[in-house]
Every structure is written in structure tokens, then in C-alpha cells.
T-cell receptor
Framework: DTAVSQTPKYLVTQMGNDKSIKCEQN?????MYWYKQDSKKFLKIMFS???????INETVPNRFSPKSPDKAHLNLHINSLELGDSAVYFC??????????????FGEGSRLTVL | QKEVEQNSGPLSVPEGAIASLNCTYS??????FFWYRQYSGKSPELIMF????GDKEDGRFTAQLNKASQYVSLLIRDSQPSDSATYLC????????????FGKGTRLSVIA
């Protein structure tokens, strides 16, 4: 079974559209994250949730709205897509008691292409 | 702004050589340090972490930390073509529930 799963893996859409990416983890972790990786491979934190509560929002435009219905799920909705939103979006999870070990478990990534 | 810096490469080494990857970080209070490996089109995977000054060895990998110089490195001995990947340095800049800050990664190419 996949530990952190994201859907869809690929997403191609037009500017101005709204899209969602879903993430689920079955590791029993209490903290989940969204990272964005641009074409130069720079992996940048967007959001962090602990037990369904937002704890980090790293200056992300409010067109991006995360939602965590429970601690095993963290979804990302993006409104009014722009060309600069094209990237690979990685979901990750960790347990807060082990976060200092850096054991982030990543999903396979969702490649978003905005035309 | 808290930053993690890496040389983007590519770093090319012959098979069997030692590959040396370097990373510096801006926040002197950083607590823990990590190396992730990312193959093309795949997700990052943790290969090493280090908390204390000095060296930490795991198989062919050695992580080195010097907090005074704000410097962390990864040595890969007996490099193999399968080690060809992007290596991401990541830093936990505060204790507790904070996400890792990643460098931009160094692309390593091991030539057979």
C-alpha cells in the first residue's frame, strides 16, 4: 500500500480554471504538508497542518486553499490558475514527535501544467 | 530570510570516486540537518540526517556537520551510476513542529 498518495499525478489545464489535488496518508502521522517544486527543482514549503489545523502558511497567494477534513487527508484547491502555478506539488507527512528527525514521507507528486 | 544554499551543479564524478556535496545555511540556531536524494521524476527520499558536530557514517554515505561554520556536507564513497540524482540539503531551523527548509539541490552525475 502506498504510504502517501496524491491524485491526480498529472494535471493539464487552462489559465483561469480551478483545480484540486488530493492527498491521503496511511502512516498514522499527525502533520501534513504541501511543497511546491519549480522547474529548477527548488522545493518550497507552502502549507503545514497538524491535526487538521493550519500551522504554517508561507506567503502563498490566497488563490491556494488547503483543506484538511481529518489528519489523514490534506487537499489543495487552486482558483484562477496562472502560468506561474505550473510546477510539481508534493504532499508530505510526518509525526510531530519525530519531526526533528526530518523523516518527511513524500507522495509521488502532482505535475500541474497551466497553458 | 532563512536560507539553505547549495551548488546546483552538475557535479560529475567517475564511477568509484568520492562525490562531495556541500551545503550552507543561514540560521545559526538550526537544530538538525538532512540529505534527501531525488531521482528524476520521483519524490525525495531521506538518506541521512545529522544533529551533532562531526561525522556520521551509514554505508557508503558520510554526513559531516560544522555548526560554527554553518556548513553540512555529504560524501558518497565508491560512487555508482545509480547514485546519479539530485541531492537536496534540508534544515530544521527551529525545534518542534516546523517544516524543513530545502536547498535548491545539487545534481550529481556518476560516469561509468
Amino acid at each position: 500500500d502506498t504510504a502517501v498518495s496524491q491524485t491526480p499525478k498529472y494535471l493539464v489545464t487552462q489559465m483561469g480554471n480551478d483545480k484540486s489535488i488530493k492527498c491521503e496518508q496511511n502512516l498514522g502521522h499527525d502533520t501534513m504538508y504541501w511543497y511546491k517544486q519549480d522547474s529548477k527543482k527548488f522545493l518550497k514549503i507552502m502549507f503545514s497542518y497538524n491535526n487538521k489545523e493550519l500551522i504554517i502558511n508561507e506567503t502563498v497567494p490566497n488563490r491556494f486553499s488547503p483543506k484538511s477534513p481529518d489528519k489523514a487527508h490534506l487537499n489543495l484547491h487552486i482558483n484562477s490558475l496562472e502560468l506561474g502555478d505550473s510546477a510539481v506539488y508534493f504532499c508530505a507527512s510526518s509525526h510531530s514527535r519525530t519531526v526533528n528527525t526530518g523523516e518527511l514521507f513524500f507522495g509521488e507528486g502532482s505535475r500541474l501544467t497551466v497553458l | 530570510q532563512k536560507e539553505v544554499e547549495q551548488n546546483s551543479g552538475p557535479l560529475s564524478v567517475p564511477e568509484g570516486a568520492i562525490a562531495s556535496l556541500n551545503c550552507t545555511y543561514s540560521d545559526r540556531g538550526s537544530q538538525s540537518f538532512f540529505w534527501y536524494r531525488q531521482y528524476s521524476g520521483k519524490s525525495p527520499e531521506l538518506i541521512m540526517f545529522i544533529y551533532s558536530n562531526g561525522d556520521k557514517e551509514d554505508g557508503r554515505f558520510t554526513a559531516q556537520l560544522n555548526k560554527a561554520s554553518q556548513y553540512v556536507s555529504l560524501l558518497i564513497r565508491d560512487s555508482q551510476p545509480s547514485d546519479s540524482a539530485t541531492y537536496l540539503c534540508a534544515v530544521n531551523m527551529h525545534p518542534g513542529n516546523t517544516p524543513l527548509v530545502f536547498g535548491k539541490g545539487t545534481r550529481l552525475s556518476v560516469i561509468a
